[in-house]
């Protein structure tokens, strides 16, 4: 007998070979040009590398959130703070160390960079840690602005850190990353790497969720107390998925500050924050697939809209943003469980279709009685 | 019935007391159960009889009293903890995983028969993977226990009630417990699948489980438990065997103030 397991397996095997097959052909185009066809053109500039690299970064951060979200049920909405410790700790340890000749023949290595990126992650995850254990006892609107409280102090942190942050200004001359005389620049090179660890990520969050660890936090979303008389440590669960959401969160943030150089307050503050709960709930929140799915509607969207937007309506600037506004909105009415929900009801169809399953009578009881 | 008792208690309940707010919802209620018996608690609706069932599996915490399993006392343990010590139970208001098929409800109860972890989980290391087969293999044997192997693949939310109840009993019997308590299997049920539950009740009693079930439907209580105790408004109002339970006044009393007993 297959199994639900072996089922689902297979279509997450499959649906990682699609989407592996794209990133392949789109990076061996963009590179290679073929009949000098390039997508930027084809496109009208809309999807180019660096677009491309960004929905990759992004979609490391949704991927934890969308476990966090989507599978535990706990929401967070200052997930920007922990993509900017890991942008920053990146940022400051790869600029100044180096300066400062702290750790002379470690600090001006090429492996330094790859080394902080990990330290990165363990910090991220050790403050995520001590901030989860007190914070996950709230539930629901409380969870969420207790999460949006440390987003904003994290973000006022990178803003006010005076020398070691760079204040507004941020820090610039963040080194490449490199691996010996191997250099990931130019853009090429490092789209290859943004999405071989995007497509990591999103093989770990699918392994988690199908693992005696993922089954455990959708009980937990499912019901908490049903999960804890199963043997469920629920509270447990939700700080781990907490911390490996925050330490996806760096790792991201690590990308971004190696692809811009540049690190600033500005993605990490509370508006990105939103964003990044809109690309989760966009995409399908139970859904690691649609984390990619949802970041890159949510940027093609974007894109499609400054280009064309005074095209359309004669008008430009912001009105961008009410188009896009409009647009989310008609996604969560007609698609209120995200993009992907669609797709898996369609392969549900063709399974139900191929074995000629028949699930029993539908029989609702109207029963609501509690003793006590 | 099944048997002589086996004279040592599995379950001591002493002086149990649940207060919210002002209302007193179990008062100073004592009872033992034996291990390897059918044990039931019944009474009529707002008796205190499902309070009782989360006081003792760690959902809620007690006001008052003692709560022994297997002679340790398990009153302020957490819900995952009294678990872990082999008691498991069912839901009356059904707690179906509905996100999940109904294979993984029950591989859920493996939960504490399994150990790896998050780390392990995401890179999908060999131990893991090892875990991961027993669980499913141990699971597909809880379903076939009691005839839903042939659904494993549906999702929970669409199985008809009656198999919802019988999943979540293989979910709590995944979890290899001493102690199964069963919060009123019986309701919602046809008469068919009535008599498959006894049958199953029975089986999970031999195969050396202690039962301890909270039921309203009298005839399927007196065919099926050793010892019942009846409570009313909170407190304990007789104890005995059904042929006991039948014939005594305050709980014949207790039942015509609320609803129709039938007695077989």
């Known amino acids: 007998m297959v199994g639900e397991e072996g089922w689902s397996r297979y279509a997450n095997i499959m649906g990682l070979g699609v989407f592996i097959a794209i990133i392949v052909v789109f990076g061996l185009i963009e590179t290679i040009e073929p009949f000098g066809l390039r997508f930027r053109d084809l496109t009208g500039g809309m999807i180019t590398f660096d677009t491309l690299i960004r929905i990759g970064i992004l979609t490391i951060v949704v991927v934890g959130l969308n476990l966090l979200m989507g599978y535990a049920g706990q929401i967070s909405l200052g997930q920007a703070g922990y993509y900017g410790i890991g942008a920053y700790v990146s940022a400051i340890l790869c600029t100044m160390a180096p300066r400062h000749h702290l750790l002379p023949g470690i600090s001006d290595t090429w492996w330094w960079p790859w080394l902080v990126i990990v330290v990165a992650m363990l910090v991220t995850g050790g403050f995520a840690y001590l901030i989860g254990k007190p914070i996950l006892r709230l539930r629901g609107m409380y969870l969420a602005m207790a999460t949006l409280g440390l987003g904003v102090v994290m973000y006022t942190v990178f803003r006010e850190g005076g020398g070691l942050t760079g204040g507004h200004d941020g820090i610039s001359g963040i080194p490449r990353l490199s691996i010996g005389n191997f250099t990931f620049w130019p853009i090429e090179r490092y789209y290859w790497l943004v999405w071989a660890v995007a497509i990591a990520v999103i093989i770990i969050g699918l392994n988690v969720i199908n693992s005696r660890v993922g089954r455990g936090l959708r009980a937990i979303e499912s019901s908490e107390v049903a999960a804890s008389t199963m043997g469920v440590d629920t509270a447990n669960y939700k700080v781990q998925i907490f911390v490996l959401s925050a330490m996806m969160a760096s790792l991201a943030g690590s990308l971004y500050a190696h692809f811009q150089a540049l690190v600033a307050p500005g993605p990490f503050g509370f508006v990105p924050s939103v964003e990044l709960v809109c690309m989760a709930a966009v995409g399908g929140m139970a859904s690691v697939w649609g984390a990619a799915l949802g970041v890159t509607f949510f940027f093609l969207v974007k894109e499609v809209l400054r280009a064309r937007m005074h095209q359309l309506l004669g008008v430009g600037g912001e009105y961008e943003l009410i188009g896009y506004g409009i647009i989310l909105i008609l996604v969560m009415i007609f698609m209120p469980q995200g993009l992907s929900f669609g797709g898996a009801k369609a392969l549900e169809w063709l399974r139900n279709l191929k074995v000629f399953r028949r699930a029993g009578d539908k029989e609702t009881e109207p029963r609501a009685e509690q003793a006590v | ?264």
Do not use: C, W
């Open chain 2, 1 to 264: 019935m099944g048997g002589e008792v086996a004279g040592n208690a599995i379950l001591e309940i002493g002086d149990l007391k649940k207060e919210f707010g002002g209302l007193i919802a179990v008062d100073d209620v004592s009872f033992d159960v034996q291990r390897g018996e059918i044990f039931s608690i019944i009474g009529p609706n707002g008796a205190g009889k499902t309070t009782i069932f989360n006081l003792i599996s760690g959902v809620l915490p007690t006001t008052d009293g003692e709560i022994k399993f297997e002679g340790d006392v398990i009153n302020g343990l957490k819900p995952h903890v009294v678990a872990g010590l082999g008691l498991s139970r069912t839901f009356q208001n059904l707690q179906v995983f509905n996100n999940m098929t109904v294979l993984e409800n029950v591989m859920v109860g493996r939960h504490l028969q399994s150990s790896y972890g998050m780390m392990s989980a995401g890179l999908r290391l060999p131990g893991g993977r090892r875990e991961e087969k027993e669980i499913i293999d141990r699971s597909m044997e809880q379903l076939a226990y009691v005839g839903l192997d042939s659904m494993a693949d549906v999702g929970a939310s669409s199985l008809p009630f009656g198999q919802q109840r019988l999943l979540e009993i293989a979910r709590a019997m995944a979890t290899e417990p001493k102690l199964l308590m069963l919060d009123e299997p019986g309701a919602g049920l046809n008469r068919p699948e009535k008599e498959d539950l006894d049958a199953l009740v029975r089986r999970i009693r031999d195969s050396g489980v202690t039962v301890l079930l909270v039921e309203h439907d009298m005839a399927f209580v007196m065919g099926i438990a050793e010892r019942i105790i009846v409570l009313d408004y909170g407190e304990k109002i007789a104890e005995g065997t059904p042929e006991e339970i039948q014939s005594d006044p305050e709980v014949i009393a207790a039942y015509l103030g609320h609803e129709e007993i039938r007695v077989i």
